[in-house]
């Protein structure tokens, strides 16, 4: 297991959560990593990715109210949601690699693309 996500749960509309994502050695040398999420019934999309540099891209739901950041000496990124709604119940998946760059448009164009096993997310009163 490459990525290990972790900090999912039940919350209530307006609640806060802080998602994790713990990389391995092999992960580390990564630069585009995010977070995806899969609401039920839908595809997955984008939610936050982030480079090493700190450069970003938010989905434009979570703007203002969601925060990657990321640890790398940890080799962790982390995901802040704040002011929840019922429409934020997803399983969330973090993610290192192409995918994260491609929805950040830097390098690399190809190459390999490591996903965590999903955290469930469920926002409801």
């Known amino acids: 297991v490459q990525l290990q996500a972790s900090g999912g749960g039940l919350v209530q509309p307006g609640g806060s959560l802080r998602l994790s994502c713990a990389g391995s050695?092999?992960?580390?040398?990564?630069?585009?990593k995010g977070w995806y999420r899969q609401p039920p019934g839908k595809q997955r999309e984008l939610v936050a990715a982030m480079t090493r540099g700190g450069h970003t891209r938010y989905a434009d739901s979570v703007k203002g109210r969601f925060t990657v950041s990321r640890d790398n000496a940890k080799n962790t990124v982390y995901l802040q949601m704040d002011s929840l709604r019922p429409e934020d119940t997803a399983v969330y998946y973090c993610n290192a690699g192409l995918t994260s760059a491609r929805s950040l448009g830097v390098p690399p164009l190809n190459g390999p693309d490591y996903w965590g096993q999903g955290t469930l997310v469920t926002v409801s009163s």
């Open positions: 050695k092999k992960v580390s040398s990564i630069s585009a």
